[in-house]
């Protein structure tokens, strides 16, 4: 599966909101925070100065991946989704290897992200990746069990 990163445009908002909510729904509950967020992907990542990527096989969008500034030089790995039919196809390790990539080019000194340990797969990817497991600030999601963090000075 050839696999290619592709930045934000509002068509593709829809893709974003179904992704996420899909595995949401499946093993949590959709939060007012990633309704809104999900819902209004310019106003919630980009405007602050994050930024949302999509993970394309062709013209076909299989998965996403966002960016959230927490505070300067911190940025947070957050809304990672795959479509239902291409999960297992490394689109996953794509979007999370791809994200960490993004956050060097922005300038980022810590990525981090909020998980919970029933996710095994997503935790798997994450491990991979380097990401090491920090204590929980708790107040972010409610369904949060696990944060890690990646720090790239040094």
């Keep these: 599966m050839e696999l290619e990163l592709i930045n934000y445009r509002p068509g593709y908002q829809p893709y974003f909101e179904k992704f996420n909510k899909a595995w ?14 999900l819902e209004h992907p310019e106003e919630a990542i980009i405007d602050p100065g994050g930024a949302v990527y999509f993970a394309a096989v062709g013209e076909t969008i299989v998965g996403t991946v966002a960016l959230r500034v927490i505070e300067d030089g911190v940025l947070e790995m957050t809304k990672m989704a795959v479509d239902k039919t291409y999960r297992g196809g490394g689109a996953g390790h794509f ?35 380097n990401f090491v497991e920090i204590p929980v600030v708790p107040g972010t999601y409610q369904r949060s069990d696990i944060m890690m963090e990646i720090n790239f000075k040094g």
């Design 24 to 37: 949401l729904e499946e093993y949590f509950t959709v939060e007012e925070l990633d309704k809104w967020v």
């Design 95 to 129: 979007l999370c290897k791809s994200a960490i990539e993004k956050a060097r080019e922005l300038g980022a000194k810590k990525l981090i992200l909020y998980s919970n340990r029933i996710l095994e797969n997503a935790i798997h990817i994450y491990r991979k990746a």
